[in-house]
């Protein structure tokens, strides 16, 4: 089945610095990439997502960007704010596979004001 | 997401015992996931159910069980507790639509620990 390794596991940015988060999946069939946000005592949140055939996809402070030749995808948040301090999960789905997503192992991003 | 509420929201149990986790959501959905996240190892399908009458087997379904009394309501029961079945639980829902590009919308999560 799909494997996602994810890095970092944390990440320390001053307020104001960007910040990038990498994940890998191993199934080449795999073709959606969700990224979810985790704020404390609170369930995952879909921040953004990207199809297999779409390289790049930004949405104000947020991008995510996929390579399927090297089947990686990473997530990027510029002009950090504290609010974005929370844990990042990033997945992947086979569209056949009635959208199962295998997440990565998570992410804890603090930003220092 | 206030539209998927989970009970209880903490919950302190001894080995051997049964307990029963409840889902419930207001979103119409079809569809519903109980997954368990423990640190590091994200975020693990248990089971999951298409409707009322599909439930299916996820990546670690072992020592669970689960039960769809109606669209709006999953339940996830661990027959028999035991420590290493302490985690944090989430039940999630997802519309049909658009599929396979479905946002699955979480529950606040359920805290359970096994002594």
């Known amino acids: 089945g799909e494997n996602v390794e994810q890095h970092p596991s944390t990440l320390s940015v001053q307020e104001g610095d960007s910040a990038v988060i990498k994940c890998t999946y191993s199934d080449s069939a795999s073709n959606y990439f969700p990224w979810y946000k985790q704020e404390l005592g609170k369930g995952p949140q879909l921040i953004i997502d990207i199809r297999s055939n779409v390289g790049e996809k930004k949405d104000q402070r947020i991008a995510v960007t996929l390579n399927k030749t090297a089947k990686h995808f990473s997530l990027h948040i510029t002009e950090t704010q504290p609010e974005d301090s929370a844990v990042y999960f990033c997945a992947a789905s086979i569209g056949n596979a009635g959208n199962m997503l295998t997440f990565g192992g998570g992410t804890r991003l603090m930003v220092k004001p | 997401d206030a539209d998927v509420t989970q009970t209880p929201r903490n919950r302190i149990t001894k080995t051997g015992k049964r307990i029963m986790l409840e889902c419930s959501q207001t979103?119409?959905?079809?569809?519903m996931y109980w997954y368990r996240q423990d640190p590091g190892l994200g975020l693990r399908l248990i089971y999951y159910s298409f409707d009322v009458k599909d439930i299916n087997k996820g990546e670690i379904s072992d020592g669970y069980s689960v039960s769809r009394q109606a669209q709006a309501k999953f339940s996830l029961s661990l027959e028999s507790a035991i420590p290493n079945q302490t985690a944090l639980y989430f039940c999630?829902?997802?519309?049909?639509?658009?599929?396979?590009?479905?946002?699955?919308?979480f529950g606040p999560g359920t805290r359970l620990t096994v002594l």
């Open positions: 979103k119409g959905h079809d569809r």
């Open positions: 999630a829902t997802s519309d049909r639509g658009l599929w396979p590009y479905n946002e699955q919308f």
